[in-house]
Structure formats: structure tokens, C-alpha cells
């Protein structure tokens, strides 16, 4: 229905941070000279240990809080020049816990800044309603009170509730840090599609770097005092992080997570280790030859059963029960090589499984290819100055 | 002869019924001394509650005053009020409104503060003006205990208003002063069993403006 269809109406604009310090009245400096140039229709995500001063950043976007010092520009306009609520109603603002107003409708609450901004209840509701499709919402909900709905379902309506009045920049304070991991990543996956369609600019605040290195197309790494350790896009924060604090806030694993953004689409697939369930033992003791230790059965659609070895398949015939594992697979040329790694890694018979986007077994790889694989892409990286083509097309001027 | 025979024969007396002195006059009175009591306390106590709750500042001061305030004993000060401005409205009124004002005052605050800090700051980041953010945000959330303030002040009230009598105004303590001054005791027990009735009834009204006023978001999630 509604929005899908039509052509996109607002999108993101420029918003440049320029030496902003926030100083509290006992002395506490909470954000630090601060200059950031935030890009337009871009995800930019702020992220630090707690008390670098990354939600007061985000907060003095929207003038929550004002700076001591230095100018914030919106699209080149001071955000001082403009009267407060004004600028608040051009920016959605989402925050942890929703905060959702619970003696209002779910549609009412998503109509709220519609409504503030003069429009009639029926054209404020209709949009609430298009833009609950657009969340993934089901339209049932729409009469229910926010108590009645799951967290998850809560933190959609606060995004929602945010986009209402379509506003170029949308503001986001920790928004999927109290909900499990499992609808966490279901929210981050929804808010890179709903981002997609509406090009807004997006400042997201997060203590999750897992979560930072995921939704930004810029990540800028804070540090205790309101610091700017680092601002780069993310590929190239965990190839080259600036100094020991961002290595540190990285983790240990921050070249396993690299590995999220190199495509596992040059991976040399097996096919011959792959048998069907109803396959004959000569076709067994053929496939049984080649470079894998296991043959990978499959169900006669092509969907993989399990591992087993080859003598003993032959031998005894296939019985489905008694296969191998064959763990997680990934799915080949969409997931990234640390999906294909990890795939290894889980496998009892340390080959991955790849396979299309029906689930069908579309090769066999094993955990010595994928090394292989992974050293071919770091050297392509290292060519191409040390960030990777997928996320590094955007703005990467750092200021400051 | 026991209270049930006194109730019984007070309501079954037809002349009770009647004229300046029967129960439907006396009855009026009494829910009009108490109705203009219950709103000026409400016309004091709710605007200073809601405000300060809103604000944050000045809550102790609140508390301070609130408690001195209940430390008054009503007839008291009725007498004091006689005293001073002699026969009329007004001299009960004073007491009354002092009566009902603090758990007005002190539930509203205690209201308003407790409502969940993160839809405030939400409709405050939607740039939403101040005193919408107080009435269309924080009021519809803390209107349930709001109203349980208000209706302990209204219980209060109902039962104290019969201090009216002893300034000569009406009212149901006139069957209880009179009563007790002409030892007729069905008088007294009749008296005070349509004050009772009339808590009651107070009881009744606010579960019904809690089951009108309250959204069934808040009336539910609580």
C-alpha cells in the first residue's frame, strides 16, 4: 500500500559537528572539542565505553543538551538559528526502551509529531499505519496499547514513531541495547532495509561495537572525556584502528569480524563430495575418491542431510540416521567469509557447506580454501589502500 | 434496642423526610459543602502539584508543609475559624480545604515524579512544548493515583463536613449535633449512617471517573 510506491520525499542532510566541547557547571567536561562531519543519507554510529560522551554528542544535535562551546550546523544552517521545537520536529528521535507513550494506541503514538505538526487525525493515522507496514508491523496491532506488545515490537513503533513526519536526520540513543540478541539483530537488519528505501541521515549511538561495525557506514570511536579516538568506515576502523585504545575496544577478534566484509562468492566450491540420499554404491565409491574426507549426503530435493564416510557409506548404504552433522551452512556468494569460516569451524568434519538461497547444497569447501581464501582478499585489501569496496564508498574525511 | 432498630426507625419516620430538616435538604447541603471544599482544595492542591511533580523543584518544601498541615486537628481550627469570622461558609470552609489539600498535593507530586522518565524524554526530543509534554504525557499516566488522592481528600472531607452544624449550617451533622443535644439517639445513629453512606458513595464515583478518565493503556500496564 502506501509508501512503497511512491518516490522518496525527504532525505538526509549534512550535519557538521565543529569543535563542540559540552563543559557542566561542576567542571565536568563531557564532550571535548569535538568535530565530526556527519555524511547525508548515510548510517554514522558514535560508539565508546559509557561516559565518553557519545549520547551527549547525539543529544546536543537535537539541542537536548546545549553546547558550551563551538557550532553544530544542519545542512549548513545553525541549529541555533532555528527555534527549538522546530528543529526537534525535523529530526526523529528514538531512544532505548521506546519510551512510548502508554495511554495512547500504537497508531497514536506513531501519529504523535503528524499531529503536533497540525495535520487532521484522519491523514495523521493513515500515515501511522503506512509507516507500521513500513516497520514491519502487522496492521492488527495498530489499535493495541504499547503494554500489550514485546519489546521488540515496542522498539519498531519508537522507529516508526521517529520516521512519522518524515525528517531528514534521525537521532538513535542505544535503541536495541535492552532487547535479547535474537530480536536485536532482527531490528539491525530492519533498520538497514528501512534505510535503504528512505536514505535519511542517521547518527546512532551504541556501546556495542559489534553493532557499530554492522549498521555504520562511518563509525566514530570515542574515548573517556568526550575524545574522538577515531572516525573511519568500518572496514577500515579493524584493519587500521588509529591507536591501542581502538585496537583494545575492537576486542581480540577484531580480525575474525573483519572477515564480515569479504564476500565468500570467490570460494572455490567442491561439488564431487556431494551424494544424494538414493545414490548406488558405485556412485559412492566414485565420488569417494577426491580431495574430502567425507561425502555430503543429500536429500534427493539437493538439501543436505549429513556427513558421512565414504567406505563406510558404500558399504552399508546411506542410512540418514546415522550422518554427521553438518552444522550451520552458508549461503554462497551472499554471507561473508567469517560466515564461511564459522560454518568450518562448527563442522565435526572441518568442511563448510554452502549452499544456494533455496537451501540446497551448492558445494563443500574446506577450512584450508577458506584461509587460502581469506589471505587472497587481505592482500586485495592492502592494494586498494586498506579498506575494502563494500562500505568505503562514502565520505571518509575526518576532522579534528 | 440495638443500632439496627435506631436506622430503622429513623428511615421509616415519614416526617424525616420532609422539609427544612429532612434528609433530602440536609443531604444536598452536605454533598455541596463538600463538593465547593473538595474543589477549591482540588483548584490549590492539583496546579501546585502538577507543577512542582513536573519541575522537580520544591518537593520537600511540600512534604514539609503537607505534614504540618495534617497535624491540624479539623475542629480545632473550626472553632479558631468561629472565632475569628463568625457564622458562615466560610469558617468551614477553611478547615475543610485544609484538610483535603495535602494528599491532593502530595499524591499528585508523588505522581507526576513517578511516571517513566523515557516518554518524557521522548515527546521532549519530538519537540513537543513543555506543558503539553506535563498534560498529554505525564497527567494521562499518573491520573490513576492522581485520582486516589483526590478521592481520599473527598472521604475526608465527606466525613468531617458534619463540623458544618456546630457553626449552625446544615448539613448531615445536624441530625448528629442535634441529636446528641436532644438525646435522641435514632437522630444520631441515622446521621451518621447516611455519612457513611455518602463515603461510600464517594468510593463509587471515583472508581467510575477511574474507569472513564484512565486510558486502558495505563489502567491495564499498572
Sequence with gaps: MGGYGQPRRVFGVLIRIDSVTKRYPDGTVAVDRLSLEIPDRSITVLVGPSGCGKTTTLRMINRMVEPSEGTILLDGKDIQQQPVNTLRRSMGYVIQNAGLFQHRTIVDNIATVPRMLGWGKDKARSRARELMERVGLDASLAKRYPYQLSGGQQQRVGVARALAADPPVLLMDEPFSAVDPVVRKGLQDELLRIQDELGKTIVFVTHDIDEAVKLGTMVAVMRTGGHLAQFAPPAELLSHPADEFVEDFLGADRGIRRLSFFSSAGLDLLTAPIVAVDATAEQIAARGTGDAPYLLVTDRGGKPLGWGEPRELAADGIRPAELLPYGRPFVAGTDSLRAALDCAVLSPTGWAVAVDAEGRAAGVVSQQAIGEAIRGAHAEGRENGGTTPAKSDTVTKVTG | ?222
Design chain 2, 1 to 222: 434496642m440495638n443500632v439496627l432498630n435506631f436506622i430503622n426507625a429513623f428511615f421509616s419516620d415519614s416526617a424525616h423526610w420532609k422539609g427544612y430538616d429532612g434528609i433530602p435538604t440536609r443531604l444536598w447541603e452536605h454533598i455541596w459543602y463538600s463538593l465547593l471544599a473538595l474543589a477549591i482544595a482540588a483548584g490549590i492542591g492539583l496546579p501546585i502539584g502538577l507543577l512542582t511533580g513536573h519541575t522537580g523543584r520544591g518537593g520537600n518544601a511540600l512534604a514539609m508543609i503537607a505534614t504540618a498541615a495534617r497535624a491540624l486537628p479539623s475542629f480545632g481550627l473550626l472553632v479558631l475559624m468561629f472565632i475569628g469570622l463568625g457564622l458562615g461558609l466560610l469558617p468551614v470552609m477553611i478547615p475543610l480545604v485544609i484538610l483535603a489539600v495535602p494528599p491532593i498535593l502530595v499524591t499528585t507530586y508523588e505522581a507526576v515524579r513517578s511516571v517513566d522518565p523515557s516518554p518524557v524524554d521522548a515527546a521532549r526530543g519530538m519537540g513537543m512544548h513543555e506543558s503539553r509534554v506535563l498534560l498529554q504525557v505525564e497527567l494521562p499516566v499518573a491520573l490513576p493515583l492522581i485520582l486516589s488522592g483526590l478521592r481520599s481528600a473527598a472521604i475526608q472531607i465527606v466525613s468531617t463536613a458534619t463540623i458544618a452544624a456546630y457553626v449552625s449550617l446544615g448539613g448531615l451533622g445536624r441530625y448528629i449535633v442535634d441529636g446528641l443535644y436532644q438525646r435522641d439517639y435514632e437522630k444520631v445513629v441515622g446521621g451518621a449512617t447516611l455519612v457513611a453512606v455518602m463515603a461510600l458513595a464517594t468510593l463509587g464515583v471515583f472508581w467510575i471517573a477511574n474507569r472513564v478518565a484512565v486510558s486502558p493503556g495505563v489502567r491495564r500496564s499498572n
